[in-house]
Nanobody, 125 residues
């Protein structure tokens, strides 16, 4: 059972930066796909970025070139570095895990079995 806890959300002005962290515990197999998703009220949850067990990352079109997903394996932490934030980035951000999968991330959200509780990011104009 993978347990995920996000931290690092907050409020920032447009153009600013935030760093989200997701502490992971409760697993021994390291071959998981890890992802960040976000959701605003009344909208569907959307994928922001994923990283597979080989370290290959993918990004949603709206965040490419601004966000970076990475892992600190020594600390069992998933990170989302967000730069050049825009008001439309305002959302609740969730980390999630799928697998175990070797060097693969599923395109379907419903294959992400483990989810954190979410952390709020608010970007003001």
């Amino acid at each position: 059972q993978v347990h995920l806890v996000e931290s690092g959300g907050g409020s920032v002005q447009a153009g600013g930066s935030l760093r989200l962290s997701c502490g992971a515990s409760g697993y021994t197999n390291t071959e998981y796909c890890w992802g960040w998703f976000r959701q605003t009220p009344g909208e569907e949850r959307v994928e922001v970025a994923t990283i597979d067990s080989a370290g290959s990352a993918t990004y949603g079109d709206s965040v490419k070139g601004r966000f970076t997903i990475s892992q600190d394996n020594a600390k069992n932490t998933l990170i989302l570095q967000m730069e050049g934030l825009k008001p439309e980035d305002t959302a609740t951000y969730y980390c999630a895990a799928a697998g175990p999968f070797r060097a693969y991330c599923p395109p379907q959200q419903d294959r992400f079995t483990y989810w954190g509780q979410g952390t709020q990011v608010t970007v003001s104009p």
